[in-house]
């Protein structure tokens, strides 16, 4: 094989992209990844502002790719609990991890720090090669391969290529696959603080009138927040001085772990949910935020993109490798990921609508759901395991 005849080129090496190829590490595939920047560097002093709660089945999936035990722990903040709060009195709902029957409910983890234990992981995957610093610019498919030139005048070829790169995809543009795209006038605004008193574990998130609020635990007396709000709230947030914003996100989460101290300064996210219609064509498969985005209400997107990379790396590991691009192979990809990628994007969009919504009667049906559901064990059970295994 030349190298530029591969069996597979991914398109994007963020998370998903990255994990895919290395979930394909020992396979007969000869694997590209394009990537247009290499991961930034990590260093020990900084925390990102963007976090991810990684799931049982996600965690399971990083373990068999070596990438969760080269975590460092002491940037892994496990979770033991979830506080849930609506916008009237009394409406809560407490989750525990030991209702489940376990430890942890999830753990949360930088992304930059993941993303840096994955490209190391990839430099030492003898089948894979890392191509960086260009841009892809074109993507010509027949019956027998696809042929996708760079920027610099290569020209790589593949039985598949797989677009990895996120919610803007380019591979996805190439197809002319248009997504339904319900924007949802709103942003995520993330910051990291130092918290006055200690978390104990715990996960916070406020169905607030201005947003959805969310607090989760960082290693030590630390903690990421995720504000999902309208955009002139965002707007407002990201003009306060450090030390108004603290004061504001303390006020906010009615001062539960004491002062704050901005750690990592705010940053804003559009928030939108994208629907694609179709993630496979012949030679072509979507993965992650190309073939899919939620709202970040329930902390899923990335754990719906590593349940793609399972499902995908599994289907083209028991295939025969001249069989990787075939439509009938994708398809069975494309069937397999479509209830659990409904199903989230579906009950997220449904969350967000009920909460971000002024109807008296909408108002006490959430919050008497909230709170019904905290008196009843086997329900809340059944949604810490269906959460936790997502
Ligand atoms: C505010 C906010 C909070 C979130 N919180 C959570 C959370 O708590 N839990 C959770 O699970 N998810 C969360 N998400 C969602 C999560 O960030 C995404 O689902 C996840 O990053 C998707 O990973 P990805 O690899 O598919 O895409 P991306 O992270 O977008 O990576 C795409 C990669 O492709 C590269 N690329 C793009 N175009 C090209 C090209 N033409 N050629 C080559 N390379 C290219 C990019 O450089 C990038 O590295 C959140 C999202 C937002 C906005």
């Not at 989750?95 to 994955?118: K, P, S």
């Not at 902390?299 to 289907?315: E, P, Y």
């Not at 494309?334 to 109807?359: I, P, S, T, W």
């Amino acid at each position: 094989m030349k190298h530029s005849d591969f069996d597979v080129i991914i398109v994007g090496g963020g998370l998903v992209g990255a994990a895919l190829a290395l979930a394909l590490r020992h396979s007969a595939l000869e694997v590209a990844v394009l990537e247009t920047a290499e991961p930034p560097a990590c260093p020990p002093e900084d925390w990102d502002a963007r976090v991810y709660a990684i799931s049982r089945a996600s965690q399971a999936l990083l373990t068999r790719i070596g990438a969760w035990q080269a975590l460092d722990p002491a940037r892994l903040a496990p979770v033991s609990g979830m506080r849930i709060r609506g916008d009237r009195t009394g409406a809560r709902l407490d989750f525990d991890a030991l209702e489940a029957g376990c430890e942890t409910l999830t753990h949360i983890v930088e992304n930059r720090h993941l993303q840096a234990v994955l490209w190391q992981k990839l430099r030492e995957a003898p089948n894979v090669t890392l191509i960086t610093a260009v841009q892809a610019q074109a993507l010509q498919i027949d019956a027998h391969r696809a042929a996708l030139t760079l920027a610099d005048g290569r020209c790589l070829h593949a039985r598949l290529i797989v677009g990895a790169d996120g919610a803007n995809s380019w591979v996805r543009r190439q197809l002319a696959i248009d997504p339904l795209t319900l924007p949802y006038q709103q942003f995520g605004v993330v910051a990291n603080f130092n918290t006055g008193k200690p978390h104990h574990g715990l996960a916070r998130q406020w169905f607030r009138k201005d947003g959805i609020l969310a607090w989760l635990p960082l290693p030590g007396a630390r903690m990421s927040m995720v504000w999902s709000c309208s955009a002139a709230e965002k707007d407002a947030l990201l003009a306060l001085p450090a030390e108004e914003l603290a004061q504001r996100v303390a006020a906010a989460g009615n001062h539960e772990l004491g002062q704050l101290a901005v750690i990592t300064p705010a940053q804003a996210f559009p928030l939108r949910l994208n629907h694609v219609p179709e993630i496979v064509r012949s030679r072509v498969a979507l993965v992650g935020d190309a073939a899919h985005t939620v709202h970040p209400l329930a902390g899923q997107g990335v754990n719906l993109g590593f349940g793609d990379v399972a499902t995908l790396a599994g289907i083209l590991t028991a295939e025969l490798p001249e069989r990787a691009g075939d439509y009938l192979v994708l398809r069975r990809y494309e069937r397999d990921r479509r209830e659990a990628v409904y199903l989230m994007q579906g009950v997220c969009h449904g969350l967000q609508k009920l909460f971000n919504n002024d109807h008296p009667v909408l108002g006490d049906l959430r919050n008497w759901g909230l709170a019904l559901t905290n008196r009843l064990p086997w329900l809340k059970r059944q949604l810490i395991r269906h959460a936790m295994d997502a």
